[in-house]
DNA sequence: TTGAAAGCGCTAACAT
DNA sequence: ATGTTAGCGCTTTCAA
C-alpha cells in the first residue's frame, strides 16, 4: 500500500503539495505535478477512499432501495434502472450501495444508512403520490433525487419525470383525431403520479375534443400481461354501442395483454381495434417487436438513468434545487397499431 | 454529529475507555459500561464508520457485480439472490456494493472496486466453468466466495453449492424406477459447473442402471421456456421406438416450456410423458403451481444467501478455507408429474 | 480498570 | 508554488 506520504518522501517534497497536485489544484507548478503524477504511477499509488472521505466528510456512496411491496415478483423494470444508474455513476466516481427492506418496513434501510453515514445520498424509485421514504428523507434532510414524483405540486426536492400529462393526452389526442370515439384507457396504480397524471391527460384530450360524443373509461391496475388482457376483454365484451374502438395502454406489457385479448375476440388491430401504449423499453419487451408494430409514446427507462446521477450530483455540489427538477418530453411514435376508427371513413379529414 | 469524544467530556473519561466500553471490550467495569451505553443511547450517538474503517482498515463493503453476458434481459434469478443477500448481510452490518460491467469488460468493476479498496470482498455468482472473475481475484488475493464453482477438482476458494451430481441422478434414477427408458433431459448451458454435474449424474444413474436398454440423450442451452419447449417439441416429434418417455428437466422455466409441447402434442403428464425438474424457486415461478404438480428436486437459490453471506463473514474473520466451501444436497419431491412409463404395467415392481 | 498518545491516509487552513 | 500544522473520528498500543 503506497501512500501520500511515501511519495513525498521520495520526492523530498510535503504530503499537501502531492495531494494538491493528484487532485488537480491549480497552484502546483507544471514541473512539480507531472514529476507527481509519473511517481505516482510508478509506484501504483491508489488513494485511499476511505481516507479522503473521512478527511472530506463524504462517503461517495449513493444509496438505492428496493421500493416497497414488491412481495410477489420484482419489478424487472427497477432492475433495469438500478444497472443504468450504476454505470453512471461509476463515471461520476460513485458507487451505489443496495438494500433491499425486509417486509413491513420501508423505511428502516433509510435510516439505517443514514445513521451509519454510509451514503451521501439516495435515489429514490416508484415514488407513491404518497410516500414515506420522502418525507423521511425530507425531514433528516438527506440530499435525494426521485425517479417520478409525489402528488405535491411544488415538490421541495429534486427530481426526474417525465411529462405524463403529455403522455396521457398526446396519445388520446391521436386516437380522437383518427375518430375513435370510444376509448379505454388501461392505466397503472392509481397511487403512483405518472397514473394521476397520465388519466388528467386522457381527461382534458377527451375535454379538449369538444361536445362531440367521445367518452372514455379509465381503469387502474397493476401493470401486467393478465391484467391487460382481462380488461380488455371485458371492455371488447360489452354490446356494440358501448364497445371501445382503441386503447390507451400505460405500459407495453399491458398491450401485450390486450393483443391477445383482441386476437380472441377474433378482431384485428388496427383495422378493428387501435392501441396506443407508453413504452418505457423494458429490457425484456420490445414495442417495435409487436405485431403489428406498436404506435407508442417512448421514453425509454434507462434515459432516466444518466440523468439521475447527474442531478444528485448536483446535488451534493450544493447547485440549485430548481435546475435539478427536470420534465422530459416522450415522443410520440406513430407505428402500425393505431389507425381511423372503423366506424368513420377513411378518407374523411377530422377537427382537432 | 456526537462524538466518542464528547460522550468522553461528558463523562470526564478518555476516549479510549469510552470505545472500549462501546466495543464491548471485557477490561472495562460494568460500571462504566453501563454509564456509557446509557449516555451514548441518550444522546443518540451512531459511531461513523469512515472512522472506524480507517483506523481498523476494513470498509464494511462487499462486492456484487452483474455476471457478464446478461445483454438480452437479465437472470431474475440474479435479483432473487441479490436482495435475499442484502438481507443476511445487514444482518451481520455488511452492505451491499453492486456494479453493472460495462458491456465487454467483465472484470473492470472488480479492478476498480479492489483499486478504491472499497470493499472487503466479493460474492460471485453464475460462474463459468473457467471463469475470469475468479482468476482475477485469485491472482490479486482478494477475499471472495462464489455462489456454486467452477471447473477445479479442489477449488481453493470459499464457495456455496448444491450437489448437482445428485441433482441429475436423483431425479433420473426415479424415472428409470418407474420404468422409463428413453429419456431426454435439457439441461442448462454447457460451460457451467452445475450442468456439468448434472450431466454426470444423469449419466451414472443410466449406467447404474445396468446392461438394461435404458438410453438418455442431454441438451444443452439458455434455461428459457422456448428452450424447453422446442426441445420438448422435436424430442416428442421422434418416430415411437425412439420417443422419449420422460424428460429432465435444470429449471422450472424449462418445465414449462416441456409442458406446453408435450399439451400441443396432444399428450397428458403424467400418463403419456413424465417430467423431473430441478427447481429453485423462482420468485416469479412456483413448481407447485404447475398443473399437475412438479415432481422437483428442491432448493431454493434464496436458501443460499445466508450461507453465502456468513460463508463470506467467516473468510474475512480469517477461518480456515475448508470450513467454507460448502455442498448442500438438494431435497426430492414426488408429486404429480412422475408416473410409470406407459408402455410399463403401472402394478409391476421394479429392481432398481 | 483507565488514560495518554500515536496513527490510519488524506485534506485544508494558514503560513511562507 | 510549497511547507507546516491540524484535524476528520476512531482504535490501539503502551503506560499507569
Known amino acids: 500500500m503506497v501512500t501520500i506520504k511515501q511519495i513525498s518522501e521520495k520526492l523530498r517534497l510535503s504530503p499537501a503539495t502531492v495531494s494538491r497536485a493528484l487532485n488537480g489544484y491549480p497552484e502546483v507548478s507544471a514541473k512539480t505535478r507531472i514529476l507527481v503524477e509519473e511517481t505516482a504511477r510508478n509506484l501504483n499509488y491508489r488513494p485511499n477512499q476511505l481516507a479522503k472521505k473521512l478527511a472530506t466528510g463524504r462517503s461517495g456512496m449513493i444509496g438505492l ?16 434502472v438500478m444497472t443504468g444508474l450504476s454505470r453512471r455513476l461509476t463515471e461520476l466516481d460513485l458507487d451505489l450501495v443496495f438494500h433491499a427492506p425486509v417486509f413491513g418496513d420501508d423505511i ?95 381527461e382534458k384530450a377527451l375535454a379538449d375534443h369538444g361536445s362531440d360524443a367521445a367518452s372514455g373509461a379509465v381503469r387502474h391496475g ?17 354490446p356494440p354501442a358501448q364497445r371501445p374502438t382503441a386503447f390507451v395502454s400505460s405500459s407495453t406489457i399491458i398491450a401485450a395483454g390486450i393483443l391477445r385479448a383482441v386476437r380472441d375476440k377474433g378482431l384485428r388491430v388496427p383495422d378493428d381495434v387501435s392501441i396506443v401504449s407508453h413504452d418505457d423499453a423494458p429490457p425484456q419487451l420490445d414495442a417495435m417487436g409487436f405485431d403489428p408494430a406498436l404506435t407508442v409514446t417512448y421514453s425509454p427507462l434507462r434515459d432516466a438513468c444518466g440523468p439521475l446521477a447527474d442531478i444528485l450530483q448536483g446535488l451534493l455540489n450544493g447547485e440549485n434545487l430548481d435546475k435539478l427538477q427536470i420534465t422530459e418530453e416522450a415522443e410520440l411514435i406513430v407505428r402500425q397499431s393505431t389507425g381511423p376508427s372503423p366506424s368513420v371513413d377513411q378518407s374523411k379529414g377530422q377537427t382537432a
Do not use: W
Request: charged share 30%; glycine share 8%.
Open 222 to 238: 397493476r401493470m401486467s400481461e393478465s391484467y391487460g388482457y382481462r380488461e380488455a376483454l371485458a371492455a371488447l365484451s360489452l
Open 108 to 202: 428502516e434501510p433509510f435510516r439505517r444508512l443514514v445513521g451509519k453515514q454510509a451514503v451521501d445520498g439516495f435515489i429514490v424509485t416508484n415514488p407513491r403520490l404518497s410516500d414515506a421514504r420522502i418525507d423521511f428523507l425530507l425531514e433528516e434532510d438527506i440530499p435525494f433525487v426521485v425517479h417520478g414524483r409525489n402528488a405535491s405540486e411544488q415538490p421541495g426536492f429534486a427530481y426526474f419525470d417525465i411529462d405524463n400529462f403529455r403522455v396521457g393526452y398526446d396519445a388520446t389526442k391521436l386516437l380522437l383525431d383518427l375518430g375513435h370515439r370510444k376509448i379505454c384507457f388501461l392505466n397503472g396504480p392509481d397511487d403512483v403520479h405518472f397514473s394521476f397524471e397520465r388519466k388528467r391527460g386522457f
Open 65 to 80: 432501495v428496493l421500493p416497497p411491496s414488491n412481495d410477489k415478483g420484482f419489478d424487472p423494470t427497477f432492475f433495469d
